[in-house]
């Protein structure tokens, strides 16, 4: 069946430092993929998304790209502010959806 | 403003007691759907629906019910909540389904002794 594994976390990075969150995925047919991310107290929002096979998403400095060779969707940030800490959750969707575990990200000033 | 609601957001209840969870959107969504978030198991779909009158099971519909009879409204219903239902629930909804943006609501914190 479809599923998500995305890296554990918490990480913790200082300001202006590289980000990547791994997520690798199992799935039949062409799903779609999302990175969604939740602040303290809050419902989840929408980051990006990849529709096909080589799409790149990109929002707010955050890219992740569609790689069916390796099943993956890596979110990657350049340059992470404080206000980037949240939790980050890999998701894949066609009529159903899977989330992966979530990855909190703290970053310090 | 466009959004999804979700009552209540914070629920106390007791074993057994039947309750229900309300889930409105004002988007003119075809899709609607229920997740539970547990720590260290992300969001997991209890019942989604791709249109009126039209539901299906998720990865985690067991001891939940779910209706579409309107197409802005989706509650869910637990007959006989039991403990291990104490989660943190969202309900979403987007225009259709494959590769569409869902929309959360804030979420409803229940409680089950």
């Known amino acids: 069946g479809n599923s998500v594994t995305q890296m554990e976390g918490p990480v913790t990075l200082s300001e202006e430092a590289f980000l990547t969150i791994n997520c690798t995925y199992t799935?039949?047919?062409?799903?779609?993929l999302f990175w969604y991310v939740q602040y303290p107290g809050e419902g989840l929002q929408l980051l990006l998304k990849a529709t096909k096979a080589d799409d790149k998403g990109s929002n707010k400095g955050f890219e992740a790209t569609y790689r069916k060779e390796t099943t993956s969707f890596h979110l990657e940030k350049g340059s992470v502010q404080v206000s980037d800490s949240a939790v980050y959750f890999c998701a894949l969707g066609g009529n159903q959806f899977y989330f992966g575990t979530g990855t909190s990200l703290t970053v310090i000033p | 403003e466009a959004q999804v609601t979700q009552n209540p957001r914070y629920l106390i209840t007791v074993t057994g007691k039947k309750l229900t969870v309300t889930c409105s959107q004002n988007?003119?969504?075809?899709?609607m759907s229920w997740y539970r978030q547990d720590p260290g198991l992300g969001l997991r779909q209890i019942y989604y629906s791709m249109n009126v009158e039209v539901t299906d099971k998720g990865d985690v519909p067991e001891g939940y019910k779910v209706s579409r009879k309107e197409k802005r409204n989706f509650p869910l219903i637990l007959e006989s909540p039991s403990p291990n239902q104490t989660s943190l629930y969202f309900c979403a909804s987007s225009l259709g389904w494959t590769g569409e943006t869902q929309y959360f609501g804030p979420g409803t914190r229940l409680l089950v002794l």
């Open positions: 988007m003119n969504h075809e899709y």
């Open positions: 799935a039949t047919g062409y799903p779609s």
